[in-house]
């Protein structure tokens, strides 16, 4: 059995609060780049440009590469042999944030009460998601969500009926109506199967995939393609001035579900689709 103290996750989960805020992962950057090379509508060429110069200037300056730097959502996959000493393990995560939107200059968006609002003054509580896999490590993602994006999102609870066209038909659906609000080009993360809850997790997982990574189902890998492309053929276009590059990814994520239901949802993030990983 390994120790693991709760200060080396509040530790790691600062930096990576700073880091994915600053630095935008390579992956993204690259399909960014791609898109400007086969852009050809002259206003969606200088949005991608200034979108390129942005997360340029972030990285080596070391600032924030959106003034909305999010709501810390952090990912826990704890081996099973690993035994966290020193302190309770939700408060040292949202002792990590606290410090790394304090100590990052970071913007603090977290309000206490989702009706009676009031801003919590450190963007904690961090939205937390463990889970428990074999081994004696404890991998650490973080990755801070926008809600100009978030807003977007959407679940459904789908009917086996609706078929294989249903959840077509539904994340074409969810990135029109989106429109320009997300700030694209955006990542689309779809999570079909599970249950309601596990359903719009999986979404959000989806998210934290390589922009450049297939599914392993051929099913799958197929489907993400062929959805990016005719999300892609919408038009809605770099910043919503049209153009061919409204996504720069979709990546699916799926579970086994009952045999009454298949639902599915849409979890949209802006071209910042930030997220920092590290391994104790």
Request: charged share 20%; proline share 6%.
């Amino acid at each position: 059995m390994r120790e693991i103290q709760a200060q080396q996750i509040t530790d790691v989960v600062e930096k990576l609060c700073i880091e994915a805020n600053q630095y935008l992962p390579g992956d993204v950057q690259g399909a960014i780049r791609q898109c400007r090379a086969c852009e050809d509508w002259e206003i969606a060429q200088g949005v991608l440009d200034k979108i390129i110069t942005n997360f340029e200037i972030a990285e080596n300056e070391n600032v924030p590469i959106c003034q909305d730097t999010g709501m810390a959502c952090v990912f826990l996959e704890i081996g099973q042999d690993v035994h966290i000493v020193g302190g309770d393990l939700s408060e040292a995560v949202d002792e990590g944030v606290r410090r790394g939107y304090t100590n990052g200059y970071l913007r603090k968006s977290v309000v206490k009460d989702p009706v009676r609002r009031g801003n919590t003054g450190d963007n904690t509580p961090a939205m937390l998601y463990t889970e428990i896999v074999p081994g004696e490590q404890i991998k650490v993602t973080v990755g801070p969500k926008g809600f100009g994006s978030e807003n977007m999102s959407m679940i459904r609870m789908f009917k086996p009926s609706a078929g294989l066209q249903g959840i077509k038909d539904f994340i074409l659906e969810a990135v029109e109506t989106a429109g320009p609000n997300p700030c694209p080009p955006m990542v689309v993360g779809v999570g079909i199967g599970g249950t309601f809850d596990k359903c719009a997790l999986l979404a959000k997982k989806a998210l934290m995939r390589p922009v450049d990574s297939s599914n392993p189902d051929p099913f799958y890998a197929d489907l993400e393609k062929e959805m990016l492309e005719k999300v892609n053929g919408l038009g809605i276009g770099p910043q919503g001035f049209g153009g061919k590059t409204t996504a720069i990814g979709l990546n699916i994520e799926t579970l086994p579900t009952h045999i009454a239901g298949m639902p599915c949802a849409v979890n949209i993030n802006c071209h910042v689709t930030r997220h920092k990983t590290e391994v104790i």
